[in-house]
């Protein structure tokens, strides 16, 4: 490979030279009790190597048998997305070497997946409607976890591997898009949109809790370029495991510079799987991409076809929720704000958020306010998505009551969310261990106010002056006396008072 093409082309070339064609491949990790084809537990952050059986870690002998509720996810996820659910699908074996996968294979479906040929409509960040054409939702296992000591946390350079199977066997849909041809200059923001959509829509069917920060949902972004007129898509690359929705967006920009740099310097691009730099927002080579072929797809003996009853698919069709973008629609009007307002609050991911807390006894007013302005301030310091912040709307609605009842000042609030933030604890626990509560003992108040008053004689006569505007001094130093305990409307009421 040549220096030049070492480097990025820059955006505005790429677009002028090439189409972008884009497949999205996102992995969605099931909220089921038990794994996929065995009864042990799926629960989150266990000891390592604790949530194991003969069945999920591959020892010879071991049966497998279908997870009915994970079936019924499946089912549900297909309908959603507006896919037709095949009367008969069957489970494979998808055979590769890789430490994490026990068994040397991975039961997955290959040319019979459950759910086929659907669509989402998603809304770009100024409002424009895209269909992003689905091609396939198919239900398989999830692999183990590796861990690489030493060096940079990655297989080069490591010292030696640990390897934690509690995650194999975990029920994984796997949802893959059709090519997403034209999206030109906007292929990026076509992608995050897209995965944006599908996790909120994932969410309100309640089949995963969707935390991209723990893995339960992951998207592998496949890009290819061609040049403006071509016939043939390019050659592909696959950046595996993205896990942030602005991840997705920084890395398909990425590998468009960088595969437009490669073929404008002459080279060509090798179809591999790549890793993505959260640090930078850059990919880097990992392992040359298998072909279907490579895998030696067979039925799996040990597991029937899936034959789902008619009558239980229409069911289970009554059964889906409200869709997130009907009920924004619904919850837009209720609230009286503008599209361009509401538009804003879809594109930070506020807006199911501010919902939730509402519905957890906040006022739509409130609710907005922490949203939107602390706590985004917030995800922004901590790098993170509005969504993965360890908070709840719960919580923040908690906070919010606080404030109303007049137990807590906003900035005595905001203390409370940093520390539940920080993994502090609950809300009014955090206000009873740190002895945060507002003063409500006038006496004590009135001490503050006279001592403030005493050692400020030159402003306590600017305010018998009548420039009640100088008792902002004197508020201030009550406020910082009493740790921003006291309320402030009630301390300056006590200096006017005492200045008269």
């Known amino acids: 490979m040549t220096a030049a093409a070492t480097e990025l082309l820059d955006y505005d070339q790429v677009i002028a030279d090439f189409d972008p064609v884009m497949g999205l491949e996102v992995h969605v990790e ?125 297989i080069q350079g490591a010292s030696h591997s640990l390897l934690d199977y509690n995650r194999a066997g975990v029920p994984l849909v796997e949802i893959v898009t059709k090519p997403i041809v034209g999206a030109g200059e906007r292929a990026p923001e076509v992608a995050r949109a897209y995965v944006t959509a599908l996790r909120d829509l994932l969410k309100a069917l309640e089949v995963s809790d969707v935390r991209m920060d723990q893995g339960s949902m992951r998207c592998d972004a496949n890009v290819s370029l061609m040049r403006k007129g071509a016939a043939q898509f390019g050659t592909r690359t696959e950046t595996k495991n993205v896990n942030s929705l602005k991840s997705v967006e920084i890395a398909v920009r990425h590998e468009m510079r960088r595969q437009a740099a490669i073929l404008e310097a002459g080279g ?38 899936v034959q789902p009853d008619p009558s239980w698919i229409k069911e289970l069709g009554t059964t889906l929720p409200e869709m997130p973008w009907v009920r924004r629609a619904r919850i837009q009007e209720e609230w009286g704000v503008s599209d361009e307002v509401m538009r804003d609050l879809v594109n930070v991911g506020a807006v199911d958020l501010i919902i939730e807390t509402v519905e957890a006894g906040a006022s739509p007013e409130a609710a907005r306010g922490w949203w939107v302005s602390f706590l985004a301030q917030q995800a922004n310091t901590r790098a993170v998505e509005l969504a993965e912040l360890s908070i709840s709307p719960a919580q923040v609605a ?67 002056g009548g420039k009640v505007q100088a008792a902002g001094k004197i508020v201030g130093d009550v406020m910082k006396a009493t740790r921003g305990q006291a309320d402030p409307a009630r301390v300056k009421e006590l200096v006017i008072a005492a200045c008269q």
């Open 30 to 154: 099931l909220g089921t009790v038990t794994k996929m084809f065995c009864g042990c537990p799926t629960t989150f952050g266990a000891d390592p190597n604790t949530q194991v059986c003969p069945v999920c870690i591959g020892l010879p002998g071991a049966l497998p048998v279908a997870n009915l509720k994970a079936i019924e996810s499946a089912i549900r996820i297909g309908l959603a997305l507006n896919c037709s659910i095949r009367p008969s699908s069957v489970f494979a074996r998808k055979n590769y070497f890789y430490p994490d996968q026990p068994k040397n294979y991975q039961i997955s479906q290959y040319d019979e997946p459950i759910a086929y040929e659907g669509y989402l409509e998603v809304l770009l960040p100024d409002g424009t409607p895209w269909r992003v054409e689905i091609e396939r939702a198919h239900m398989e296992e999830d692999t183990g976890k590796s861990l690489h000591v030493g060096g940079s946390g990655r």
């Open 268 to 305: 060509e691009i090798v179809q591999e799987t790549r890793h993505f730099h959260e640090e930078d927002g850059t990919t880097a080579a990992g392992r040359r991409k298998e072909t279907a072929e490579d895998y030696r797809y067979f039925p799996e003996p040990d597991l029937p076809p």
């Open 398 to 464: 908690t906070v919010i009551g606080l404030v109303d009842g007049g137990k807590l000042t906003n900035k005595l609030a905001q203390q409370v969310v940093v520390a539940v933030l920080d993994g502090e604890g609950e809300p009014e626990q955090i206000v009873a261990d740190r002895g945060l509560e507002v003063v409500r003992d006038d006496s004590a108040l009135q001490k503050a106010v006279d001592e403030a008053l005493a050692a400020n004689p030159d402003i306590a006569d600017k305010i018998r």
